[in-house]
């Protein structure tokens, strides 16, 4: 089947220039003494925010320098087709607002602490960009109300490229084993079986009859990447989902090598001693690992689901972090794998981090900066929708993966397995004061 049509629209190469006022006036703040961030606002989406870096007047920026992504906004077919109706049929342009500010982001007191420093209206027409790529705007522009020797300069980049993905949809919760769609428009195509299990401490090598494992290099795995020793106290463990082809062949699997076990006098798990998964793909008759997942429960009024993803590269010496984020536990959220590729003058492109604002990043800065030369990954890698506790919906995410990172059956299903398994740490960082279906508590002979 065919990808379906996606446009990512980017917020890039951010810069602010402040003269330094003869006289200084409460009206010009110097970013000596101020940070400066903006604002980003396209209709009927969510607000997103980025940090604006502050540069000398006389700066030539961005000749020579490498510029880093600010935000994205994720277009399916049916975003297009009502921003463009509106555009041409409501009579009204459509413009992607920026609003940029001095100060620090948040509030204190419940007042906003940024002061105001200017606007930014880009106008935008954004049809048929699901085919061909689009700058709207790329250079400086004049803010505030300043005199012409005085007034601040806003440098950013806009522009709209085409992004096809491969959409998939889980039939049921991932724990009542479900069949796995492939949505394309109206059409919906079966195209992987997952089955959960438990796995039991006389079943550490997770056998299967199509892809026997070897005992030791599964020993191996989870003496780098989890422990699965009996743990006093309350804990959850042994979860495993596997993911098989229309033909019954295993493609990939999702294991849970550290059981998820409450705080010392507490009822949650907490980040320093998160549970982990380890999402396997097949290779060489074994199951070779491709990535690590671990997730915590926050403490506060977020009360969120923690989460950091990890690469395994076969030739790295260490994983490579592709998303540490936040989800809320009781509403859901997104969780998202979105690297930015920022562009030089020299026409090279240099990957950095580029943190997705739907899903409330930490924004650590360095995420598998140096290592690279062994990821394969670029821009925008897949987001998958979880359904939080409180939600009244049947759990059944839908997985979007960049059709760049899809080469095989294989690559699919890895992202699959992947979903599957955060969609599972949302019950498996569930307060241990409350209980879970009873598709997720193994029976006691099960265990003996």
């Not at 940090?51 to 880093?68: K, M």
């Not at 020793?229 to 062949?249: A, N």
């Not at 076969?314 to 794998?337: N, P, Q, W």
């Not at 299903?413 to 960082?429: E, G, P």
Request: net charge positive; glycine share 8%.
């Amino acid at each position: 089947m065919d990808p379906c049509p996606f446009v990512r629209l980017s917020v890039c190469n951010l810069a602010l220039k402040i003269p330094i006022a003869s006289k200084p006036a409460r009206s010009v703040v110097h970013p000596s003494s101020s940070p400066c961030f903006c604002k980003i606002k396209l209709k009927n989406f969510p607000l997103q925010t980025a940090v604006v870096p502050c540069i000398l007047p006389e700066s030539q920026f961005p000749d020579g320098q490498v510029q880093s992504h600010a935000a994205s906004f994720h277009l399916n077919k049916s975003d297009l087709e009502k921003l463009v109706a509106k555009s041409l049929f409501g009579g009204r342009k459509l413009y992607l607002q920026i609003s940029i500010y001095t100060g620090r982001r948040g509030s204190t007191c419940g007042v906003n602490s940024g002061r105001l420093l200017g606007k930014v209206d880009v106008p935008l027409d954004l049809a048929g960009t699901e085919s061909r790529s689009v700058l709207f705007y790329n250079g400086w522009i004049v803010i505030g109300k300043e005199a012409k020797n005085s007034s601040a300069q806003f440098h950013l980049s806009v522009k709209a490229e085409p992004d096809p993905r491969f959409v998939f949809q889980f039939d049921g919760e991932p724990e009542c084993s479900p069949q796995v769609f492939q949505i394309q428009g109206n059409i919906r195509q079966p195209v992987f079986t997952c089955k959960f299990s438990f796995r039991t401490p006389g079943d550490r090598n997770q056998r299967s009859r199509s892809l026997p494992l070897e005992h030791s290099s599964s020993r191996g795995w989870l003496s780098s990447f989890g422990s699965e020793r009996e743990r006093p106290g309350k804990e959850r463990k042994g979860w495993s989902i596997t993911v098989h082809d229309l033909s019954g062949s295993p493609v990939a699997a999702a294991s849970m090598v550290t059981p998820f076990v409450a705080s010392p006098g507490s009822d949650r798990v907490s980040r320093s001693n998160p549970g982990s998964w380890l999402v396997l793909r097949p290779g060489d008759g074994t199951w070779k690992p491709w990535g690590r997942l671990e997730a915590w429960r926050e403490r506060g009024s977020a009360d969120g689901l923690g989460y950091r993803f990890e690469l395994i590269p076969d030739s790295a010496a260490a994983g490579i972090v592709l998303a540490e984020s936040t989800l809320s536990c009781s509403k859901g959220g997104k969780f998202v794998i979105d690297l930015g590729t920022s562009v030089s003058t020299n026409g090279k492109s240099t990957p950095v981090n580029s943190t997705s604002p739907a899903c409330s990043p930490r924004g650590s800065g360095d995420f598998g900066y140096g290592l690279w030369p062994y990821c394969m990954y670029r821009g925008f890698v897949m987001s998958a929708n979880v359904e939080g506790e409180g939600g009244s919906k049947c759990s059944k995410p839908t997985v979007e993966v960049s059709v760049q990172h899809v080469n095989c059956t294989e690559d699919a299903a890895a992202f699959v397995a992947l979903s599957a398994a955060i969609d599972l740490s949302i019950d498996a960082c569930r307060l241990f004061s409350q209980k879970l279906r009873k598709e997720l508590c193994p029976s006691q002979d099960l265990l003996s």
